[in-house]
């Protein structure tokens, strides 16, 4: 599944460019995600908890900054997620970019996700839905934030 999101906050690029390179606070932004581990400079493991519909899903993940462009204000980074139940798992790719607009700052995310297990059977239309909601959360807690 794919998706394209975009939003801007009220904070010039200056501001918000290091609280997204910083993945320990910016997962603070995320509903349901907490970093429990830094492996290195560019790896941290997570807990993240969804709910989908009428259903919980809880996730162990691995998080990896796969390229960072300070020229560009550009972030890929790689989610390997796993069911604490065994249910299933994901897989998401998100690259983030930021430019600079009136002194506020655009930020677009694509993301790609692939979804095994219990989530998947829940079906494509219910989980576009939660993914918008959580990205709009996102937005307003990275605001928040900055």
Known sequence: MKFEDEFDVAAPLARVWPVL??????ATCIPGAEITEKIDDRTYRAKVVMN?????????A???VDELD???HRVAMSV????????GGVR????????ERNGTTHVTLQSDAQISGFLAS??????????????????ENLAALV
Not at 80 to 87: I, P, Q, S, Y
Not at 93 to 98: D, G, K, P
Not at 122 to 139: D, M, P
């Open 21 to 26: 390179t910083d993945i320990a606070r910016v």
């Open 52 to 60: 989908v519909g009428p259903a919980e899903v809880r996730y162990r």
């Open 62 to 64: 691995t998080v990896a």
């Open 70 to 72: 300070e020229s560009e």
């Open 80 to 87: 390997k997620g796993d069911d604490t139940k065994g249910r």
């Open 92 to 99: 998401l790719s998100v690259v983030s970019q930021v430019t």
């Open 122 to 139: 829940i079906g494509g239309r219910l989980i576009e839905g939660v993914a918008k909601k959580t990205v709009a959360q996102f937005a």
